[in-house]
Nanobody, 114 residues
Framework: QVQFVESGGGLVQPGESLRLSCVVSGIIFSMSPMGWYRQAPGKQRELVASITRGSSTNYADSVKGRFTISRDNAKKTVYLQMNSLKPEDTAVYYC????????WGQGTQVTVSS
């Protein structure tokens, strides 16, 4: 059974940073391209960052230069470092494979507000 456990969200002010973590089980993590996704209220879930098994990365234009995705294969964990956060980054953040073919975890809420 594939499981994603996201953590690290919270309430921050604009310009601040957060680091999200996602522990993965049930797949051969080291062989899996991974992605961080987000879903804001009333909007569809979108892919914001992805990382290949070789650690090549790709980002949505809206987060490029501010977010950094990374992975630790030994810990079966994928991270999302989020800097210079903006109110429009407010969403529930999820990880999954890229593409997101597995059942979704609970996600972690990120709220950016002054």
């Amino acid at each position: 059974q594939v499981q994603f456990v996201e953590s690290g969200g919270g309430l921050v002010q604009p310009g601040e940073s957060l680091r999200l973590s996602c522990v993965v089980s049930g797949i051969i993590f080291s062989m899996s391209p991974m992605g961080w996704y987000r879903q804001a209220p009333g909007k569809q879930r979108e892919l914001v960052a992805s990382i290949t098994r070789g650690s090549s990365t790709n980002y949505a234009d809206s987060v490029k230069g501010r977010f950094t995705i990374s992975r630790d294969n030994a810990k079966k964990t994928v991270y999302l470092q989020m800097n210079s956060l903006k109110p429009e980054d407010t969403a529930v953040y999820y990880c999954n494979s890229d593409p997101g073919i597995f059942s979704w975890g609970q996600g972690t809420q990120v709220t950016v507000s002054s």
